[in-house]
């Protein structure tokens, strides 16, 4: 059979449709193509579907011509073919020329207006091959009976109150089945992010079944906040992955039910989704954009590489900010600029940390970006301070900071210990080195239950990281046994302690605050805490009631033994401590080594790292970092007083 042929668009606002011709079951799958203006196009419904694999091998007959198609799509056709009548449709894998890059190029332009004004958009899950989809129907309709009905609990509903409410038991099938629903490759597919936030109207097809969107709205905002499975604190023996669908719920639709994201929170929001084009991360969500959003045109004909380049570039300018380069991934081997993001989570395992430019930091203060016309679209050229170089970095703080925290914080405190007097005269404040350290652990945050990133209140970190390390502590000798025992004598145990007394009484004396000093001196506390060591590994059931009086004797709440532990958790995994020649104490990405340097661009809101190449004034870009004192425009000072001169930073 002849293969078919498109012809041209004509006109920016013209786009096909395709007639699906009526049929049955195992007939040939026909249809015509036809191109309308967007004034005067049929009505339609919009297909949202994942394509699958690339081979496009299943044949579709178009006015006695094969169209070649995928797999994938073959079977939606079958599923969406009406028995007696034609069905219009729009199809991107048909009413795209996907051979010609400068039609793609000029119809993602038109996504957001083919979506929005479809009659509806039609979400084909797939087929249900485990006969599945009955069943996840069931509790997505008894759900949406009582969708907005929030248990209160920290837990998953138990099943007295599942069946008060009259859903399924835990234990049901049905619960297994929406599990693997919200599972589906769909969910993750970058395209689907604006196909269902612009659309008027959805319905949802898996297999045999169907259910409206609101329905499987309801069964997210439920699955939310009654905290099931995984993604809350909540019961494990319900799994449902509700924070995938999240970002697909916009507050045009659904008001403060919605998701409202800004456009650079939709691209780190959309980091995980997937697309067969790596371009596609820009591209799908360029309708989404608000209008003082990027404005960029799609180009197929560049490479990935030069796309996010040239998107990062151009809008430095355009937003008066160098924000863009704390989004920076450092991957290996590939032809991607450092400096350029490519919004995606699988380059690897140590570029999962959030930005520090999410914490109100100003280390440029409110100066623009100053830069020049790029000569080579992979070197940015920025001008700003060249600060100090690294010489000391520790190993990247990796799981076990959150399984043996101590060891972890006494080596990165030995680390200080190397470069003491430097550090001292760098912070020569009251108690500065053990303030350095502390602060730059949780880059400087502090934690409230209502906001787990803020400003902490003048010293208090030092209380929080006192009761983080006895707490720690505490935890460790209560599930000790005869091996472990051994180790409380041991110098990393006993200098946990004495960090965390430090911490306290660096508080202590800052605040000088009276009743803030601890009832015990800090020798009697360690013979009291050695005897409690003792106690615990013997078996001692009240373990909680003596850690809760010793923490009333040291001074500290043991309400916030876990906030110091939290913050510093998400805060350091897979990054590195540092300390620069001048004594400067930092944070920064896992892959820094002694030798960079530490630089503040004019326009940054962090300072940077860089590494010297061969080539004078060249540098790689390796990212944001966290340096204790460099935070609030201090560098800026210096230079408005002449003592840092400014240069030109040629950045690949």
Request: aromatic fraction near 12%.
């Amino acid at each position: 059979m002849e293969p078919f042929k498109y012809s041209g668009l004509i006109g920016d606002s013209s786009f096909r449709v395709i007639f699906l011709e009526p049929g049955q079951a195992h007939d040939e799958l026909r249809c015509r193509l036809e191109a309308h203006d967007a004034t005067s196009a049929p009505e339609y419904e919009a297909l949202s579907y994942v394509w699958g694999g690339p081979e496009r091998k299943r044949i579709l007959v178009s006015e006695g011509k094969q169209l070649l198609i995928t797999t994938a799509l073959e079977v939606a056709l079958a599923r969406l073919r009406l028995p007696d009548l034609p069905r219009v449709l729009w199809v991107d894998q048909l009413c795209i020329n996907q051979d010609d890059l400068d039609e793609r190029t000029q119809q993602v332009q038109l996504m957001k207006s083919i979506y929005s004004k479809a009659k509806r958009v039609l979400v084909w899950l797939g087929i249900d091959d485990e006969n599945q989809a009955s069943g996840a129907k069931e509790v997505i309709k008894k759900i949406d009976a009582v969708w907005n009905d929030r248990i209160g609990s920290i837990m998953f509903p138990t099943n007295e109150e599942l069946e008060k409410r009259g859903l399924p038991p835990k234990e049901a099938s049905c619960w297994r089945d929406l599990e693997q629903m919200m599972n589906k490759p769909y969910f993750e597919r970058i395209w689907v992010v604006q196909e269902c936030r612009v659309a008027s109207d959805v319905l949802i097809l898996w297999g045999a079944e169907q259910f409206s969107w609101d329905e499987y709205f309801h069964t997210y905002f439920w699955s939310a906040v009654n905290n099931a499975g995984d993604y809350g604190r909540g019961s494990k023996s319900v799994t449902l992955n509700w924070p995938n669908s999240q970002i697909l719920f916009s507050t045009t639709n659904y008001g403060d039910f919605g998701l409202k994201l800004d456009w650079i929170g939709l691209l780190e929001e959309t980091k995980t989704h997937k697309s067969t084009d790596s371009r596609d991360k820009l591209y799908a969500l360029l309708g989404l954009f608000e209008e003082n959003g990027p404005s960029i045109r799609p180009d197929y004909h560049k490479p990935a590489s030069e796309v996010f380049a040239d998107f990062t570039a151009n809008m430095i300018p355009q937003m008066d900010s160098l924000i863009l380069l704390s989004f920076a991934q450092l991957a290996k081997n590939d032809q991607f600029p450092l400096w350029a993001p490519r919004w995606v989570s699988d380059i690897s395992e140590e570029c999962s940390y959030k930005p520090f430019t999410f914490y109100d930091f100003s280390a440029s203060r409110k100066l623009r970006p100053v830069s020049r016309e790029r000569s080579k679209w992979d070197v940015l050229e920025l001008k700003g301070l060249l600060i100090d170089s690294m010489e000391l970095t520790s190993s990247p703080l990796l799981e076990d900071i959150s399984e043996s925290g101590t060891n972890t914080i006494q080596n990165a405190w030995d680390l200080l210990g190397l470069k003491k007097q430097q550090i001292e005269n760098r912070y020569m404040e009251a108690h500065g080195v053990l303030k350095a350290f502390v602060w730059t652990l949780t880059a400087g945050q502090g934690f409230h239950s209502s906001h787990p990133h803020s400003k902490p209140a003048e010293n208090s970190l030092f209380l929080d990281f006192a009761a983080y390390q006895i707490g720690s502590l505490q935890s460790y000798m209560a599930l000790a046994d005869e091996q472990l025992l051994t180790l409380t004598e041991q110098k990393c145990q006993r200098a946990a302690l004495q960090l965390g007394l430090e911490a306290r009484d660096a508080y202590q004396y800052l605040e000088m605050n009276p009743e803030a000093r601890s009832e015990v001196s800090s020798d009697d506390l360690r013979d009291w805490m050695k005897d409690w060591m003792l106690e615990a590994h013997a078996g001692n059931n009240n373990a909680w009631d003596l850690a809760w009086d010793m923490f009333k004797k040291i001074g500290i709440n043991p309400d916030a033994t876990d906030h110091y532990h939290i913050l510093m958790v998400l805060i350091t995994m897979w990054r590195k401590i540092f300390v620069s020649k001048q004594g400067y104490v930092g944070l920064s990405s896992h892959n820094v080594q002694p030798g960079d340097q530490i630089c503040v661009l004019f326009g940054g809101s962090t300072p940077y790292i860089v590494r010297p190449t061969s080539i004078s004034g060249e540098y790689l870009f390796l990212g944001e970092c966290y340096v204790h004192g460099l935070m609030n425009g201090e560098a800026i000072q210096q230079w408005e007083e002449g003592i840092l001169p400014s240069q030109w930073f040629h950045l690949r």
